[in-house]
């Protein structure tokens, strides 16, 4: 059975714009809409072997783009390092970490 990542759905949030609108679509039907393969395969007029392919490249396309681009990590990590600012007792400490925060961009 063709089980759901659902960190895609994170993968999709930060890059689906840059997927084409037949990838989007098909993304969105079956992980937004919570659509079978058949029920999209109907929809679409294609089998749903072609849909869950379609599907199963989509996936691995937005896993390449965060391989590639990293946009979710750095977020991640600059969020880390706003948190802990926050949470620094000192100016010294808050200006090291302000500097490692400025050396990720």
Known sequence: MFEKDLKVWVYF?????LLSPK???AFEAYYGE????AEIAQETGTSRQ???DLIHRTCEELKAYE???HLLRLR???VALCERIEKSASPDERAALLKELKELF
Do not use: I, Q
Request: aromatic share 4%; proline share 0%; net charge neutral.
């Open 34 to 37: 919570d659509l079978s393969l």
């Open 67 to 69: 391989e590639k681009l």
């Open 13 to 17: 949030d930060r890059y689906g714009d």
């Open 50 to 52: 072609a849909v869950r």
């Open 23 to 25: 990838k989007r679509a």
């Open 76 to 78: 991640e990590t600059g």
